[in-house]
């Protein structure tokens, strides 16, 4: 693929992380291209795969902080639109703040390596819901994570099973509420707890 997952979801950050929620909760093997993990852009006047081959936009400075070289001599010129641009995008702003896509990425990564059932776990889809819905179990002997997700861009109501108790698997680990409510391309990953 030619394109980089921002432009491919336009840019929208809840449609960005819905994409990457169902990348780490599906089965197989996560993969992030360089540059994902913060909403890099890319560059399709490039030929061929090249546009998402750009420098790694590591800070606001010269030649995004990739190489103190002279812009020529670079292999290939950095995003400079104005939303996608690295003076925009880059690490170092996403590093000072908490609530950004590169500090969200992270706390996926670390919740699917605490969660081994995420990467080794069987999967139960739950098939009587919308179809603007994707929601499944991954299911261990040691846990039973229920992620949700709405693909949809209107909200969408998820009630639990009222014997089954479930934590935020993915932010606190706090008690949920028996009545989900999942924004427009919302997700959630529900930790089943015994009471």
Known sequence: ??????????????????MHSLL???????????GDEIGMGDDVTLFDRNGVRTPMQWT????????????????????????????????????????????TLRQMIYTRKWLPVLAKGKLEWLDELPKETLCFWRKSTEHNILALHNLSEKPFNFDLPHDQH????????????????????????LRLVEE
């Open 1 to 18: 693929i030619r394109r980089r997952l921002a432009p491919l979801m336009g840019n929208d950050r809840r449609r960005i992380e819905l």
């Open 24 to 34: 780490f909760t599906l089965p197989g093997a996560p993969v992030l291209y360089y």
């Open 60 to 103: 606001d400075e010269y030649n995004a902080g990739f190489s103190a070289a002279t812009p020529d001599r670079l292999y290939a010129p950095v995003i400079s639109d104005p939303d996608y641009g690295y003076t925009t995008v880059n690490v170092a702003v996403q590093q000072a703040d908490p609530n950004s896509m590169l500090h």
């Open 166 to 189: 479930f934590k935020d698997a993915l932010n606190s680990d706090e008690p949920v509420e028996s009545t989900i409510v999942l924004p427009a391309y919302g997700y959630r990953w």
